[in-house]
């Protein structure tokens, strides 16, 4: 029945859409796009990393002005100081790279350091997302905090409630399906 197989897909379409328009404001924030007043979420987001980006204050959530202009200063910073452990970073890939494309033996030693080093500048990474998301969660207040909580709540919900709903194609050919 190839028409149940191409209708399927359509009927979750104006849940998409609503979904969309509730979450576009939290992808905008995961993918490095202004949010309103040019707040933005720190690079990898607070939870390590692409795909794992939760919006750094949800939507609903009002921000007064001096809190709006302390989150900008914690986010600039935030940027900075990942950026440069981010060359950091880099550059020891680089060095390990080196490393093992010589012609000769391996030093297991230096690369066995340069690891340690990689190591450790992950580790830096990871807390400064903890530092940041701390700042994050002082900067609000009690009220704003349990704003925040429920909403991201509801969102966690709706994408449980998607997943559900969109599942897996079934298996095996469509023309082959009574």
């Given at each position: 029945?190839?028409?149940?197989?191409?209708?399927?897909?359509?009927?979750?379409?104006?849940?998409?859409?609503?979904?969309?328009?509730?979450?576009?404001?939290?992808?905008?924030?995961?993918?490095?796009?202004?949010?309103?007043?040019?707040?933005?979420?720190?690079?990898?987001?607070?939870?390590?990393?692409?795909?794992?980006?939760?919006?750094?204050?949800?939507?609903?959530?009002?921000?007064?002005?001096?809190?709006?202009?302390?989150?900008?200063?914690?986010?600039?910073?935030?940027?900075?100081?990942?950026?440069?452990?981010?060359?950091?970073?880099?550059?020891?890939?680089?060095?390990?790279?080196?490393?093992?494309?010589?012609?000769?033996?391996?030093?297991?030693?230096?690369?066995?350091?340069?690891?340690?080093?990689?190591?450790?500048?992950?580790?830096?990474?990871s807390a400064l997302h903890l530092e940041t998301m701390e700042e994050l969660h002082d900067l609000l207040t009690p009220a704003q905090r349990q704003q925040a909580k429920?909403?991201?709540?509801?969102?966690?919900?709706?994408?449980?409630?998607?997943?559900?709903?969109?599942?897996?194609?079934?298996?095996?050919?469509?023309?082959?399906?009574?």
């Amino acid at each position: 029945m190839t028409s149940m197989t191409i209708f399927r897909p359509a009927a979750f379409l104006p849940v998409l859409a609503a979904l969309g328009l509730t979450i576009a404001p939290l992808v905008a924030s995961a993918e490095g796009h202004h949010a309103p007043d040019d707040v933005r979420a720190p690079p990898g987001g607070p939870h390590g990393g692409p795909g794992h980006m939760m919006p750094p204050i949800p939507p609903g959530v009002t921000l007064t002005t001096a809190q709006k202009a302390k989150l900008k200063t914690i986010f600039e910073k935030a940027h900075q100081d990942e950026h440069a452990l981010r060359l950091e970073g880099r550059a020891i890939e680089d060095k390990i790279h080196t490393a093992l494309e010589t012609a000769g033996d391996l030093d297991r030693s230096a690369l066995a350091d340069l690891s340690k080093q990689e190591g450790a500048v992950k580790a830096k990474v990871s807390a400064l997302h903890l530092e940041t998301m701390e700042e994050l969660h002082d900067l609000l207040t009690p009220a704003q905090r349990q704003q925040a909580k429920e909403t991201m709540d509801k969102l966690r919900d709706l994408h449980e409630q998607m997943k559900a709903l969109l599942g897996h194609p079934p298996e095996g050919d469509p023309d082959d399906m009574p």
